[in-house]
């Protein structure tokens, strides 16, 4: 069965530096996500991405993250300056198309650890 | 304001006990869809339901079975003869539907599910 996957699985980064995590969405998929999740809280929406761009994000999702597709098949989340907060599992999620668009599947995750 | 509230931080049960979950939900819109999903000591999440508003329909899966009621904004999950696999972090979460598939979801806080042998 198709799914999505994530790499790293951990990375482990210095404040300050700047983090590429990468995600291949399921392939026939059309909308792709950010969610993160600090260790022991509630999982939460980042952004949304369909046709290049970002549909909706949220207030986290500040000028030090952007997103990309920068092929047919890879989808990345940049964090530009790492900071002691940003430290949490990253989960990357697909949908889409047809009458399972509202269903998102997750990849297993990137755990950052920002020291 | 879309919100989620699973009040059971932590249930704790034997092997071959019923447990169920509660979701309670707020949203201001008529059309939206409530999910399930599990997230095992290994740490995915993984999909077990989706449902939309305009169908109250109970489901069941296997040992699995949901329970939507509009009336009281609900969404509860019951496990049936749980098992040790069972233990995992249960999320409730809400999509509104909007004008296409790039809706958000909103998820609770989780209730962590623990089965002794």
């Known amino acids: 069965e198709p799914e999505v996957t994530q790499t790293p699985s951990h990375q482990v980064t210095q404040m300050g530096q700047e983090v590429i995590l990468r995600c291949v969405p399921i392939?026939?998929?059309?909308?792709f996500y950010w969610y993160r999740q600090i260790l022991g809280q509630k999982v939460e929406f980042l952004v949304s991405?369909?046709?290049?761009?970002?549909?909706?994000k949220s207030e986290i999702f500040d000028d030090q993250f952007s997103v990309e597709r920068p092929d047919g098949s890879n989808f990345t989340l940049k964090i530009r300056s790492t900071k002691l907060e940003d430290s949490a599992m990253y989960f990357c999620?697909?949908?889409?198309?047809?009458?399972?668009?509202?269903?998102?599947?997750f990849g297993p995750g990137t755990r950052l650890t920002v020291t | 304001a879309q919100k989620v509230t699973q009040a059971q931080t932590e249930i704790s049960v034997v092997e071959k006990e019923d447990v169920t979950l509660d979701c309670v939900y707020e949203?201001?819109?008529?059309?939206?869809?409530l999910f399930w999903y599990k997230q095992p000591p290994s740490g995915e999440l993984v999909f077990l339901i989706r449902?939309?508003?305009?169908?109250?329909q109970n489901e069941i899966s296997g040992r699995y079975s949901w329970n939507f009621q509009k009336s009281t904004s609900s969404f509860n999950f019951t496990i049936t003869a749980s098992q040790v696999v069972d233990s995992a972090v249960y999320f409730c979460a809400l999509s509104e539907a909007g004008t296409g598939g790039y809706n958000k979801l909103i998820f609770g806080a989780g209730t962590r599910l623990a089965v002794h042998p």
């Open positions: 392939s026939n998929h059309l909308y």
């Open positions: 991405f369909y046709n290049n761009e970002i549909s909706e």
């Open positions: 449902r939309n508003s305009f169908d109250e």
């Open positions: 999620a697909s949908s889409g198309p047809g009458t399972r668009v509202y269903e998102q599947y």
């Open positions: 949203t201001r819109d008529t059309t939206y869809y």
